[in-house]
């Protein structure tokens, strides 16, 4: 029947294959007619052309990582991950950034021309040799840049708010060093977007625990006051961590991620950590990923717990 799907497709070989090419489907008993049922009815998806995957209900992250991985295969060898997809399957955290285009390069050079949602650029000459990493998604070693050239990559090309978020958490776990990156820069001179990536990536600070961190010092640095990330302070008789404080005022501001408040018991610890800072003169200003979409009213509200502060 026209649009329907056949009774005896089995997909018990493929479930939960995280790529396949057309011709395993055929092996499987599963010709192009019936790939194009499936992807229709959602049971399967096309990362790229010749490529689909049993894994419909990955996230978007997991989604771009396994659309780079079959645009490797589709382009052959030589081809590596580079900018934000290469920060990808090093297991970087991306924020900010734009996961729509996978980001290839080639010894041949695509010149930066994007299809299919693929762009395919020039593999430097400079710089650190492409690597092989473990994606475990694939569960196979994929070609990709090192992480300094994917950091500063990301920076000239997709995201630099996203790829800073991705250098602090580098260098926090001993990926790469600051230097490492410096010398990424120098290697790239010249090219384009490279003064806004290395702007951008002098403010690389591995004492930010999260991308939500990273992102509230971005703006942070627009206002006026001088603040410490993860300024340890006593109160109530207990040690407490501030995410961020500007010291001189007494002001605590804290991010508060998704994944903070694991539980009702953790929350009553916060709750009764911060009375105890309150108690000794501290102001809070706790935000969430929300406010970082609108600088300007985050900075007003610093500046009005500031007064407060002052005001005590």
């Not at 949602?117 to 998604?137: F, T």
């Not at 600070?205 to 993860?230: K, M, N, Y």
């Not at 501030?242 to 610890?269: H, Q, S």
């Not at 500046?303 to 407060?308: E, H, I, Q, T, Y």
Request: glycine share 8%; net charge negative; aromatic share 6%.
């Amino acid at each position: 029947m026209p649009g329907s799907l056949r009774r005896h497709i089995d997909l018990s070989a493929l479930r939960d294959v995280p790529l396949f090419t057309t011709s395993q489907a055929r092996d499987a008993g599963i010709s192009g007619h019936d790939l194009a049922l499936l992807v229709r009815r959602e049971l399967i998806w096309r990362p790229a052309q010749g490529w689909y995957s049993c894994l419909p209900d990955v996230t978007e992250d997991e989604r771009h990582v396994l659309r780079t991985v079959a645009a490797l295969r589709v382009n052959g060898p030589g081809a590596v991950a580079c900018r934000v997809s290469a920060l990808l399957l090093h297991g970087l955290p991306v924020a900010r950034c734009d996961l729509s285009v996978v980001e290839i390069a080639t010894t041949g050079g695509g010149h930066g021309r994007t299809r299919s949602g693929v762009r395919v650029s020039q593999l430097p000459s400079k710089g650190a040799a492409p690597l092989r990493v473990a994606v475990p998604l694939v569960d196979a070693d994929i070609p990709v840049v090192d992480v300094p050239t994917a950091i500063v990559g990301a920076a000239r090309c997709n995201s630099a708010p996203g790829a800073l978020v991705a250098a602090d958490f580098a260098v926090d776990q001993g990926m790469c060093t600051v230097e490492d990156i410096a010398a990424s820069l120098k290697a790239h001179a010249g090219s384009t977007g490279i003064e806004r990536a290395r702007a951008w990536l002098a403010d690389i600070d591995p004492r930010h625990e999260s991308a939500g961190e990273t992102l509230t010092a971005v703006i942070l640095r627009q206002g006026s006051w001088e603040f410490e990330p993860q300024l340890w302070v006593r109160a109530g008789g207990r040690n407490c961590r501030l995410d961020f404080a500007l010291r001189e005022y007494k002001v605590a501001i804290e991010f508060d991620g998704e994944g903070k408040y694991t539980g009702p018991e953790v929350m009553e610890d916060q709750l009764a950590r911060q009375a105890a800072l309150e108690a000794e003169g501290w102001v809070f200003v706790r935000l969430g990923w929300a406010d970082l979409d609108d600088p300007t009213t985050l900075l007003r509200r610093i500046a009005d717990a500031v007064a407060m502060a002052e005001a005590r």
